[in-house]
């Protein structure tokens, strides 16, 4: 039987993508403004706006009837589904996409991420390996289920600005750390946020992120990625070319993509990031 893969756009799956996926949109919401993630609103357009306005967007789950569409799609199409999307600690979106698939047992098979962006991502495109290897859909659902937990996603950010515009950090932190020049490094553990260190200056950053992934090493037989947040890539280039000694000999060419909405609106533009499955 057919495999369709279902994921949610906070994985930051753009077109054009594998034929098999189908990707449903978060909704973000600017003031009055309401736009689907990744198809009202592109990437690029969400940081043009988030950079312009003075209050942060939000954004809302997918909810169970948006899912049971697409389950309902799929099952009368012949095929059976696996549903990657957002951790459970981070959204609703798991629970709707639970609640839709008890429609449709032993035919819709459910896996929280318990990560959000690139993190996210990669889980979905090792579900695609899976089911080229010809594994069926319970079967990936449930290797994905015991695999996620090597998904490492560590990010460095530019500005404290928007974890103070979210309440995450105080004002008084988010000025002192300006002036300082203080570059957070953050990652997804247990599929929540968390900080893990600060730096001063993008070198001492980009060190910091080195450091991390060298902690447990990438196993590059498994799908990895590099995301950025903004409108351009230069911080992402600058920091490919300073630790380029993690991917030489491994990759000839890094795969990116852009970080969207769901985790852009609290680490702002300038932000990078690295997705990828630890050794074990």
Known sequence: MKIRMITDSASDLLSPHRPEVTVLP???????EQFRDGVDLTHRQFYEKLIEGEEL??????APAQFEEAFRDAVEAGESVVAVVLSSKLSGTYQSACIAAEEFP?????????????????????GLELMDQGLDAAAVAAKLDGEK?????????????????GGRVSASVALVGGLLAIKPVVAVQDGEVVVLGKARGSKNGNNLLVQEIQKTGVDFSRPYK???AGLNDSLLQKYIADSAALWEGH???????????TIGTHVGPGAIAVAFFRKR
């Open 26 to 32: 978060m909704t973000i919401t600017f003031g009055e």
């Open 57 to 62: 967007p939000t954004t809302s789950q997918i």
């Open 106 to 126: 032993g035919k819709v098979f459910v896996v929280d991420s318990a990560n959000a962006t690139i993190g996210e991502r990669i889980l979905v495109e090792r």
């Open 149 to 165: 937990a090597d998904i490492r996603l560590v990010a460095l950010l530019d500005t404290l600005e928007y974890l103070k515009r």
């Open 226 to 228: 590099l995301g950025y």
């Open 251 to 261: 990759a000839d060419c890094l795969p990116t993509g852009t970080v969207g909405g």
